[in-house]
């Protein structure tokens, strides 16, 4: 594991360490309200989120194409759960878990990018459309078979985006590309964390009410500034300048939140709150995924056709 990413990692323990305390001195002088107790929830959940990040970047590139598989195995659960299927979706919902989605990730594994970059956008695509159709069954079946096609791109084909970062072939930067994860990771993440925060303490005028209440023009703002200003001060960690860095962490950002956005609608039209239980604190996978499945792909291919030699 590259130093610089042990420093990286030890920042972010020793935040998460302070965050512990507050949440617990919050606790005890406020009381267990609904808040404090979501916000402890919320902290309990990003030790146990770092420690498996942690743990994949210690074992090397097999533990995090094995984690991002995982990942994109649970998010891909939850949302084939959104719609109902017949049996002749069966043969589909089947072909995404045992074919396509090891597929994806083992050409990852064995870099083969003129394939793993349209594997899933045109020969999955096209197939799986076969397969639902094969058994003769039209009934609501544009919505079906773009639940099977929304849910491989998002996913699959998004997520693996992440681990892909570590074959780059990227010039004075040999044997650093877990440092990319890292800054994507962390600074889409920070984002997130910083929007709630700035949200909670200055936000009034809501972005989009009718998708996420939540957001308003004060947590975005905030929250994307402060990421912004974190990935500038990050260059050290990437092949970017303090000005490319900074660049690179604003359009992530912005993609991350438009990400969130667009996961909200889904859930929404689904009439759900939360796209899984799995992580106390945080919903499903999805619900943590949403902002960094639209910025893996965009952060991928301007690394990949700006700074990689491949």
Known sequence: ????????LSVV????IVALIIGQVLRVRIGPTEVITNLNARIYAWWVMVAALAAAFWIGSLGVIGLFALLSLGALREFGRLSARTGADQWAQVASFAIALPAQYWLIWVDWYGLYAIFIPVY????????????GETDDFLRRVSVTHW??????????????????????????????????????????????????????????PSLSPSKTWEGLIGG????????????????????????????????????????????????????????KGHGGVMDRMDSLVFSAPVFFHLTRWFWSLT
């Open 1 to 8: 594991m590259p130093d610089d990413l042990i420093t990286l």
């Open 13 to 16: 323990g020793v935040i998460l």
């Open 124 to 135: 999955a695509f096209l197939l799986l459309s076969i397969a639902t159709v094969i058994r």
């Open 151 to 208: 849910a491989l791109m998002i996913c699959v084909y998004a997520i693996s985006h992440v681990p892909a970062l570590l074959y780059l072939s990227i010039p004075d930067y040999d044997g650093r590309n877990l440092l990319l994860i890292a800054y994507l990771v962390f600074v889409v993440q920070l984002s997130d964390v910083a929007q709630y925060i700035w949200g909670k303490l200055l936000g009034r005028r809501k972005v989009a």
């Open 224 to 279: 994307v500034a402060t990421a912004t200003l974190a990935g500038a001060a990050l260059w050290w960690m990437t092949p970017f300048t303090p000005l490319q860095s900074a660049g690179m962490a604003l359009v992530i950002t912005l993609m991350g939140f438009f990400g969130g956005l667009v996961m909200s609608a889904v859930k929404r039209d689904r009439g759900i709150k939360d796209w899984g239980h799995l992580i």
